[in-house]
């Protein structure tokens, strides 16, 4: 398909193991963004990439969440040593880049910290 | 800062019957302002946006939204509801120059009684 796509689609991890989140964000799609989704709240902000260039991260809640985008396409959220406060969705979009255009959302990788 | 307020975080309507869900925003700037719908286990899909072209804007599924500057707000409507429309609705502005992040609302619930 042509959408984005994320892996896994779920995670359990328990407390203090690292994680490694991947988004596949729609073909030539300039920007990327990784938002955080609580149960039963909005998705909160936290970080947006141009290409390569990381322009906001901060929305990141602490030092351990580490989000990169190396060649401008793929992107891979880590956060180190999970929390339980961690446990959430974790949504990608990607849109072509221009202020007030339409972000496309992946399905979402269910993290559960035990 | 933007921000975001959705009034009902849960919204009954019979099959038939007419369809309001409440927006309101703050921005110190005109702001882009979306409707995204969100299926169980499914990623978030843009219903409409506003991005200054017309006050009254028409997207899928039947829906529509008027931008009203001096309420500040950004209602979303459906002439007459069906069953297919029962989801979590999220309103979200985008005002920072240069920056696409968005700003969720904490969602409306919205079922369908038949």
């Known amino acids: 398909g042509a959408g984005v796509s994320q892996s896994p689609r779920y995670k359990v991890a328990k407390r203090g193991q690292d994680v490694a989140l991947r988004c596949d964000p729609i073909?030539?799609?300039?920007?990327l963004f990784w938002y955080q989704q609580a149960l039963g709240q909005g998705p909160e902000f936290l970080t947006y990439f141009q290409n390569e260039a990381q322009l906001d991260k901060s929305g990141l809640p602490s030092d351990r969440f580490f989000a990169e985008r190396p060649e401008g396409s793929v992107s891979t959220l880590k956060i180190q040593r999970t929390q339980q406060e961690d446990s959430a969705v974790y949504l990608c979009?990607?849109?072509?880049?221009?202020?007030?255009?339409?972000?496309?959302f992946g399905p979402g990788t269910r993290l559960t910290v035990t | 800062a933007q921000s975001v307020t959705q009034l009902g975080s849960h919204v009954s309507v019979s099959e038939g019957a007419l369809v309001l869900l409440r927006c309101n925003y703050s921005s110190s700037v005109p702001p882009y302002l979306f409707w995204y719908v969100q299926y169980p286990n499914q990623g978030l899909q843009l219903l409409l946006k506003y991005t200054s072209a017309a006050t009254l804007v028409k997207g899928i599924n039947g829906f529509e939204a008027e931008f009203k500057k001096s309420e500040t707000s950004f209602h979303l409507t459906k002439p007459s509801a069906h069953m297919s429309d029962a989801a979590e609705y999220f309103c979200a502005v985008s005002d920072l120059p240069g920056n696409e992040k968005l700003t969720f609302g904490t969602g409306t619930r919205l079922t369908i009684i038949p």
């Open positions: 073909s030539g799609h300039v920007s």
């Open positions: 979009a990607s849109s072509i880049g221009s202020l007030g255009n339409e972000q496309y």
